[in-house]
Structure formats: structure tokens, C-alpha cells
């Protein structure tokens, strides 16, 4: 039997980059995955293929919509290409999970493919495609099983018309009247795509508004801008029905009179959220605890009720992103060697990659009124930046959030533009507990979208923003 300092249940970003960050320190590493491919959620059915389908997507809207006004002129139709844009698609995801595997060899990490299972606390089954099975010993287990799309309990996803954003990333054609529920981060964004590319887009969301978890200004700024895109909206409105006829998908909902709406499409994605994903894992046999909502209970620390195994990721409490399972998977490897990591969750950044993009770290107004904290506002427009109007990306805001007695940085929300890479400023500033004057009296080049973060440190200073 192999015998290892750590294995890792999961390839996904939380379990590989654990499972290298062990290798780092020295640590003898396994690392178990069920599927072919390694990456998880994230590289295969997630955040890459998405953002290969947005980026795509974004070219051939920019081709009809705005290359003329570039002075670029194209004659012809320009038409869709879905296989091709799918398998493009496809060809970035190989790539990315192939690059994976790359770094397994590079640091010597063993992998095995299959279904694991704990036997004990120390003890995983690995059972394979073959359908035999192999049992390896783990002094310390990391578990990183992730999660799957969420659904109600009344709509029986088909896969073909009734689906989740994995069948939506694989669509055999543009959809004519896409109906997505659920107005958040997974849904906007696939919404997007298939607008772009020709679709009617109705989104039906529960709460009275969308990216109901960010700040309330974000969403009014997204739900603006998505209008002017065509984009149907049904908020405050729940889901009752959701039923197949043929190629037909008919939605019923009650708004929030309590009146029935209904909604025919020939497709519909249920983006409600994502749940944790322990199946077949048999945490029993461990003595592993989980909650009632099926995550894996942990401590500060990440370990489970059983001192010598530990969970990270969307399998544990927190924000279900990928970048937030990369920092607990390095964390729990840097504990196993003996340091002292930490994480702040406050820090870990929110991002929708719609366009424009939005992105949020730390608190949002509505957190800092009901926690009674006095603060000040900065907020300045994307449309006022010379770089903005360059590349006509002009809709958005940065809004800083800052204490009114210490000037200490508590929250930025942004929309716009390459906001998904400006948020990285944000959350350096605060990791360094920065105030927004600190940031307003440091360069930023001329012209970027990044001075609209220090015209809004500006503005939360001494309300002196300089181009407003």
C-alpha cells in the first residue's frame, strides 16, 4: 500500500494548488480525482470555458456593433460560428487542465484517477473506470470535493432544454428566448454570451434585485446597463413551475403582487447557486461532520471534527469562488509544515465578468449602515476617464468606501471596464490597511482605467476628486 504525508480528494483550483504548495514544503503528496481531466469545476465547466465564451463572444459584438465606428469596415455578413466558438473553447480548457497535469509531474505529486472514499481516518478506496480499486494511507487528508449547480426541488432538470450552466457552455445552437433563473453571477454572465450572440434574455430573480449579495449600487448599475442591452428582468419574482412541452420551456412565477407571469422560451437555465458536492466521499467512516446544509464543518484552522483531515473550498463555509479555495488549500499545506498562515475573508475579492465587469472587495454601504460604522463616500464615473472614452467603454463608477474618522479603506465596489483586474489595487491597499488618502497621493499612469480608483480615493479624502 502507498503511504503519503498528504492526499487530496479533488483537482479543482482549492485541491491542485494544495496539493503543489505540499510538494513545496517538502510533504509526500497524492492527489484523487474522479474525473479524466484535472482542473475540477473551475477549469472545465466554469470560470475558463465562461470567460472563452465571453471573450468570443465580446469579439463579434464589438464587429457588428462597433468596428465601424472605428473606422473598420467589414463587407459581408459577419455571421456565428457556435462550433467553432465552442471549440475554441474547448481547445482553452484542454490546454489549462493539460497545464495542470504539467505541474503534478514538475513537482513530483502522484495522481490517481477515481472515485475516492474514505475507509478511515487515515485510509482513502480509490475506485477506478475499470471498476477495480486501490487503497492508499494519508497521515493528513485534504478534502476538496467542491460543489455542483444547485436546483429547486420542483424543476426537473433535462440537460437538453431544462439546464445548468454546464449544458449551457455546450449548446448545439443559439438559443431564440433564453430564460435564466436566478440573477446572479453564473446566470448574468451566460445571459450575456447568448445576447451577444443573438439570444432574447429574460432573467427571473427571487430578491428585488441582481448580484443581490453586492453592494445595492453595483446592481443598479449592472441592471441599467443590461437593459440598455436588451435584457428582460423579473425581480422580485418567484419560480412556481417550470415545465417542457417539445422544444418549449414554459416558466410560471408569482411577482411581487402575488400575480402569475408566465415565460415561454425554447431554453432554461437554472442558475440558482451552487451546492457542496461530498457524494459517494463516505465521510462517516472518518468521523467527518457535516452541517445541515451538506458542507463540511471546520475550524479556524480548516480541520474537521477529525484533527488529521481537513476541508477547503466551495465544500466549506464561505464564498463558493475559486481564488478563495487557492488561498485555504496554500493555507492548510503552509499548517501542515508548521507555519502560521492566515487569510482574511474580508479581502477576498467578488467578481461578475459580464461588461463591463464588477468587482467588490471588503464592505458593501448596506454591511457598514447595519453595523453602525460612520463612513464617507467616494465615487467616481468610468465615463470621465480619457482611456474610458478612448476605448468607449464609458459605463460605470468606482466607489470607495472609507472610515469618516480614520480614513481607512473599508470597501471598494467597482463597474467598469477591466474592473475584474483593478480590484487587485483594492485589496493590496486594505491588506496594508490603507487609507484613501494613501491611495490618492500615489501615481497612476495616464491614460488607464486605474485612475478612476485614485479620483475616488480622491473623492472619499476630501471630496476633491481632480476630473469630475
Known sequence: MSSYDVAI??????????????????????IIEKYSTLGGTCLNVGCIPSKALLDSSHHYEDAIKH?????????????????????RKAAVVKQTCDGVKFLMDKNKIEVFEGLGSFKDATHINIKKNDGSTETIEAKNIIIATGSKPSSLPFIKIDKERIITSTEALTLKEIPKHLIIIGGGVIGLELGQVYKRLGADVTVVEYMDRIIPTMDASLSKELTKVLKKQKVKFNLSSKVKSVERKGNEVIVKADDKKGKEIELKGDYCLVAVGRKPYTDGLNVEAAGVKLDSRGKVEVNDHLQTSTSNIYAIGDVVRGAMLAHKAEEEGTMVAEQLAGQKPHIDYNLIPGVVYTWPEVASVGKTEEELKEAGIEYKVGQFPMRALGRSRASMDLDGFVKMLADKKTDEVLGVHMIGARSADLIAEAVTAMEFRASAEDISRMSHAHPTFAEAVKEAALAATEDRALHI
Open 9 to 30: 480528494i479533488g483537482s479543482g483550483p482549492g485541491g491542485y494548488v494544495s496539493a503543489i504548495r505540499c510538494a513545496q514544503l517538502g510533504l509526500k503528496t497524492a
Open 67 to 87: 468596428f465601424a465606428e472605428h473606422g473598420i469596415d467589414i463587407p459581408g455578413e459577419i455571421k456565428v460560428n457556435l462550433e467553432q466558438m465552442i471549440a
